[in-house]
């Protein structure tokens, strides 16, 4: 009988990158998709050469109109079921609501929150058919805290996929489903993606006990789910900002957050 297969989205970068390392060192067969075929293919090659796993590579666009559809199929006509879905694609999209257009904020929520629902609900049935289903999330820590001056829709897309993943983790737990769903939340994570939204330079401010690599990270969020834990928050520094966000009252957390945004948010899109 076939391995069972997981799909990672946003798999040629970063955590995206990680989470296939981690799942092919467990002995799953991966579905890549990303935009970059070119660095799915060399990821491909490298996981080939340090294990016994099919992979699947699918460039695409999450957001294009159509995508999750055309994911599915290819993996469907690869002969092939969903049996693991990581939803790591997204990026920052740097400015504010005022100077930023709303086809770019449209793609951004496409692309880090209606495709990864569409994902999820398209993927569901079959699950539920074979009892069996394993479905991380990648929110953020930014979805603890309030909003800020810049990257407007982050953090309440980030709140939003924490809440989803606690809904869908419920309904199964109700149908005593074997299907876990986790919302992953890391803070800063050393990866590509402070390159891609232009905040590489002011990332260097932060102390560097704020920041994990990736690899505790991805460990972190495969432990979560497979022991159908709702929300993983890694790392201790990340754990107590958690718990902190929960019990400052909402006035001190917006006025720490307005003044720290300047060093994390970029603001201009020039």
């Not at 799953?28 to 998709?33: E, G, I, V, Y």
């Not at 060399?42 to 996981?47: I, P, Q």
């Not at 606690?166 to 939340?185: G, K, N, P, R, W």
């Amino acid at each position: 009988m076939a391995k069972r297969l997981v799909l990672i989205t946003g798999a040629s970068a970063g955590i995206g990158t990680e989470f296939a390392r981690q799942y092919a060192a467990r002995g799953w067969d991966l579905a890549l998709t990303a935009r970059r075929a070119d660095r799915l293919e060399a990821l491909a090659k490298e996981l080939k050469a340090d294990a016994e796993v099919e992979i699947l590579i699918i460039p695409k666009d999450l957001g294009e109109d159509g995508a999750v559809d055309a994911i599915l199929k290819e993996i469907s006509d690869a002969g092939r079921q969903v049996d693991g879905i990581v939803n790591n694609a997204g990026y920052g999209l740097a400015g504010t609501f005022f100077n930023t257009s709303w086809d770019d904020q449209a793609a951004f929520l496409q692309v880090l929150f209606t495709a990864p629902c569409e994902l999820v609900h398209k993927a569901l049935p079959g699950m539920k058919a074979r009892n069996y289903g394993r479905i991380v999330n990648v929110a953020s820590l930014a979805g603890y805290t309030p909003g800020s001056n810049g990257h407007t829709l982050y953090a309440p897309v980030k709140s939003a996929m924490i809440k989803f993943s606690e809904s869908v983790h419920a309904e199964a737990e109700a149908m005593d489903a074997d299907i876990h769903c986790t919302a992953l939340c890391p803070g800063f994570t050393w990866t590509e993606f402070h390159d891609v939204n232009g905040t590489r330079e002011m990332t260097k401010e932060s102390p560097d006990w704020l920041w994990m690599e990736a690899q505790p990270v991805v460990e972190a969020g495969i432990e979560a789910v497979t022991r159908g834990q709702p929300v993983c928050v890694p790392g201790p520094v990340n754990k107590g900002l958690a718990a902190l966000s929960r019990v400052l009252p909402e006035p001190i957390g917006r006025a720490v957050m307005k003044a720290q945004s300047k060093r994390f948010r970029k603001t201009d899109t020039a």
